[in-house]
Antibody, heavy 122, light 107 residues
Framework: QVQLQESGPRLVKPSQTLSLTCTVS??????????WTWIRQPAGKGLEWIGR???????NYNPSLKSRVTISVDTSKNQFSLRLSSVTAADTAVYYC??????????????WGQGILVTVSS | DIQMTQSPSSLSASVGDRVTITCRAN??????LNWYQQKPGKAPKLLIY???NFKTGVPSRFSGSGSGTDFAFTISSLQPEDIATYYC?????????FGGGTKVEIK
């Protein structure tokens, strides 16, 4: 059973870079055709897709965040990471990592990590 | 971006009631729609994929329907453990987007 776990600093100062890591257990991050994804959720609000890394090597980002986001994969550690630069209070949210599965034309997120609350504050 | 509009944003119903949530896309997304359940303090969990297909193990009281721009998610008999917020999500095109959520409570 595949499990994902987010880790990283829970407090980041404004203008600095938010860095999170998602550790994948139960399967190799290189196995299958998956997208390794980051999604966030401000307190009391809905879900926002941040972006994804495809095991084939490509990345896609939400245009609203594209200039500030980098998602990368470390296959030796079975991890993938999120970097979000120049953060403001608006970036305060629970950050989830998730695996996006696909078969032919069908895509879905499963499983998700438990989420990590990151607060941007001085 | 494809905008996903869910309604209602919240509802209160009695145990055993039939509950229906709607999700509307602002353009045709075929059946490229999933439904997730998020309980308080937890990550979302996939319930329905491709508009109407159950994830293995999901109770049969949950169902989904629709295609094009209009979709529905139904709980045929609301149970206390169904208290959660439900989200639709489209995967027709990037950026992937979610509906605003529907919070389901017990009356």
């Amino acid at each position: 059973q595949v499990q994902l776990q987010e880790s990283g600093p829970r407090l980041v100062k404004p203008s600095q870079t938010l860095s999170l890591t998602c550790t994948v257990s139960g399967d190799s991050i290189n196995s299958g055709s998956y997208y390794w994804t980051w999604i966030r959720q401000p307190a009391g609000k809905g879900l926002e897709w941040i972006g994804r890394f495809y095991t084939g090597g490509s990345t896609n980002y939400n245009p609203s965040l594209k200039s500030r986001v980098t998602i990368s994969v470390d296959t030796s550690k079975n991890q993938f990471s999120l970097r979000l630069s120049s953060v403001t209070a608006a970036d305060t949210a629970v950050y989830y990592c998730a695996r996006e599965c696909r078969t032919e034309w069908i895509h879905w997120f499963d499983p998700w990590g438990q989420g990590i609350l990151v607060t941007v504050s001085s | 971006d494809i905008q996903m509009t869910q309604s209602p944003s919240s509802l209160s119903a009695s145990v055993g009631d039939r509950v229906t949530i709607t999700c509307r896309a602002n353009q045709d997304i075929s059946t490229f729609l999933n439904w997730y359940q998020q309980k308080p303090g937890k990550a979302p969990k996939l319930l329905i994929y491709d508009a109407s297909n159950f994830k293995t193990g999901v109770p049969s009281r949950f169902s989904g329907s629709g295609s094009g721009t209009d979709f529905a998610f139904t709980i045929s008999s609301l149970q206390p453990e169904d208290i959660a917020t439900y989200y639709c999500q489209q995967y027709d095109s990037l950026p992937l987007t979610f509906g605003g959520g529907t919070k389901v409570e017990i009356k």
